[in-house]
């Protein structure tokens, strides 16, 4: 048998897929940053993480990739897609960009994708589930309560109590993650 007669069939590189998770994640990093200011809950999780604290969440090996950080004031920062330099010590990775597509298209919640073995975590566990948390009360500020509600674990209480809150807090997080400020 001649295995040279064989031509080695190289896996595609899935743009269309990696492009529609570069932008979730872009959105997602500045959504971040903008609920940090808005959420009292999202920043009361960024006021407990250490001084300096990143992580990136991303797709495991070339990504795309999201780094947030806290500031020196206790606030998110969105600090771009690219890890190169940068001292990150939560590093949160989806096995593949199909499990990936699974999370941002909301077939699947961050948690139950957690249960199926889909995230490799590298570093503090309890800094990944502060992260976690704050990544389902993004989801709830920035999607219809139909799709949150597949995205998340549980549906915050606090969102069906207070339209006012969720609608008047869904507006300015809107607005500056369109300004990114």
């Known amino acids: 048998m001649n295995y040279d007669s064989y031509p080695e069939i ?3 590189r899935k743009t269309i897929k990696r492009i529609y998770i570069a932008v979730m994640l872009f959105v997602v990093g500045r959504a971040i ?3 940090c200011r808005v959420d ?4 009361k999780e960024f006021k407990n993480l250490k001084d300096g604290f990143a992580f990136a969440l991303g797709v495991h090996p070339h990504g795309p990739w999201m780094i947030v950080g806290r500031d020196a004031k206790g606030r998110a920062r969105y600090l771009g897609w690219n890890p190169e330099g940068k001292r990150i010590p939560l590093t949160m990775s989806i096995k593949s ?3 990936a597509i699974l999370v941002f298209t909301f077939q699947e919640s961050t948690s139950v994708a957690f249960a199926r073995n889909r995230f490799v975590v590298d570093g503090d566990l309890i800094d990944a589930l502060a992260v976690v948390r704050v990544l389902d ?3 709830v500020y920035l999607l219809p309560k139909l799709i949150a509600s597949l995205a998340v674990k549980r549906y ?3 969102s069906e109590l207070s ?5 008047v807090g869904r507006i300015v997080i809107y607005t500056r993650t369109l300004l990114g400020f």
């Not at 009292?40 to 920043?43: C, I, L, N, P, R």
């Not at 339209?163 to 609608?167: G, L, Q, W």
């Open 163 to 167: 339209p006012v809150r969720k609608h």
């Open 10 to 12: 190289k896996p595609g």
């Open 33 to 35: 940053q903008a609920a």
């Open 40 to 43: 009292e809950t999202v920043k």
């Open 156 to 158: 915050p209480k606090w």
């Open 137 to 139: 009360l993004v989801e």
């Open 97 to 99: 960009v199909e499990s």
